[in-house]
């Protein structure tokens, strides 16, 4: 072949070089995209070994959760702490299923674990940042998605609260259906992963349930699972003989010593060959014999996660964008985002809703179906009209797999696993067809395309979006609730008339203008901090400029010091 090659014309050998090249980058795609969900299933665990007992603990509050707004927070929270929609819908089942907690209240914190499962996709978007079009397209694919729960959230909650609604059709559901234990839900995506995140860590997720469920018994115990300790360093003994045999000056001293000893002599020993490879033939993983604390094994693998999270993130973009190029780019453009034929335009959308759903139901994760599509949103393989289908399906496609994992309860449990389950299944359906069948009800994505271009205008919004959204905000309605309903209702509802007031007059400002008062034609009466976030822009970009020329000053200071005592 070699030879064949070298006779070839000069043409005709680029054509063959350039055709083996993409092919080469075919399979080299599959790994990344196979590492990247590996990446956010370590980083799931991370969040859950770093905050996962503080959700068990808040779900142990159950006088707190009887009330439907704070419900909805710890639901929200909860979600964002453990970075898995399932984890929490899981503990709300078990809570239900031992009788702690009914399924009203149960079902505001369902609510809220659907606004904090769509924080992983967010955060995938900021890694496109470096160029602005694509943080634009990317951010705005990825925020429709929280748009779609919040709104839902707005008008759903205030109604169940009311009516009851979902909680009464999904009762008359479960008494209608002929229940029957079934198995347990398929994991296609696991048994691809699995081999490699097992290596890496497990967790025993009983425990958080154990905590919500107040067994004090779990309380001190880790959730990182734990085997006979035969192998590695026990760092304890070692580090108590190693300081009991000297004496030091003071016993404080000695304990922070040996407690950086310990952290130093752990990562080496988890980073050497030696380890990996007894790990990969004992089929346990790495942190098995760690004597490190749940929240230090949860920052470093959360460190680690997102470094392969944005590594395998930028080479995916930088391979699409050399794959989806030219001709092969406008095809499958094409492709994806073409309507019907007149009169069945209409089809496509639900269509992509049935797809979504699909794929979600076979990859059993939500959170990785959004963020694998986040990218290609970002280099314009997919518009957000057809981002937004592919979404909602997901949402739908993430509840079927909790259906069946709830069908597969054990007797006494599966009538009210199932209500729970069915009441997240009605959450997402109604959202679909109050945000989606009209047009002019598709208000997500024109609210995530003014997210993007805030975003793209100013790249420090996304981080503050982030943190607004899913900590500040929640926490900030959590403490009202917590106050009671006068004090809640005191805030809350002329918050709410300013917001109201406030959009009406925007959608005037634009359409009608004329019916205002000249005075409110524009914002141009209100001061430039007030209506712009031109300002706060300037003082962040002074802040980091004086702290680059800072620390361009201590390091110059430091050299000169350091040439000063060679001398």
Known sequence: PHICLLTMEPGSRLRVKKLAFTLFKIPLLFLLLYIFVCSLDILSSAFQLAGGRVAGNIFQENAILSNPVAGLVVGILVTVLVQSSSTSTSIVVSLVSASLLDVRSAIPIIMGSNIGTSVTNTIVALMQAGEREEFERAFAGATVHD?????SVMALLPLEAVSGLLRHLSQVAVNTLQLRNGENAPELLKVLTEPLTKVIIQLDQSV?????????????????KRWCQTSGPHLSSLLTHKTGSENCCSAQKCETLSQLISVYTVLLYHMSFLHVCCTLLTGRHLFVDCSLSD?????????????????????????????????VASSINKILNTDFSYPFTWLAGYLAVLVGAGMTFL???????????????????????????????????????????ALASPGEKLAAATQVALCHFFFNLFGILLWYPIPATRLPIRMSRALGRCTARYRWFAVLYLVVCFLLFPSL????????????????????????????????????????????????????????LQPMDDLITRMTLWCGQTKGKCWEYLDFIMRDDKM
Do not use: H
Request: proline letters at 4%; aromatic letters at 6%.
């Open 147 to 151: 748009c779609f729960n919040w709104l």
């Open 208 to 224: 958080i349930t154990a905590i919500a469920n107040g067994d004090q018994n779990q309380r001190n115990k880790s959730l990182v």
């Open 295 to 327: 929240l230090a094994v949860g920052l470093i693998l959360l460190t680690c996660s997102l470094l392969v999270l944005c590594s395998c993130l930028i080479l995916l973009v930088k391979l699409l964008n050399s794959l989806l190029k030219g001709q």
């Open 363 to 405: 990859v059993q994760s939500s959170s990785v179906f959004t963020s694998a599509i986040t990218p290609l949103i970002g280099i314009g393989v997919i518009s957000i009209e057809r981002a937004y289908p592919l979404t909602l399906g997901s949402n739908l496609g993430t509840t079927t797999t909790a259906l069946l994992a």
């Open 477 to 532: 309605v959590f403490a009202l609730s917590m106050a009671g309903w006068r004090v809640m209702a005191g805030v809350g509802v002329p918050v709410i008339i300013l917001i109201i007031s406030v959009t009406i007059i925007n959608i005037l400002q634009v359409r009608r203008p004329r019916c205002l008062p000249f005075k409110l034609q524009s914002w141009d009466i209100l001061p430039v901090w007030m209506r712009s």
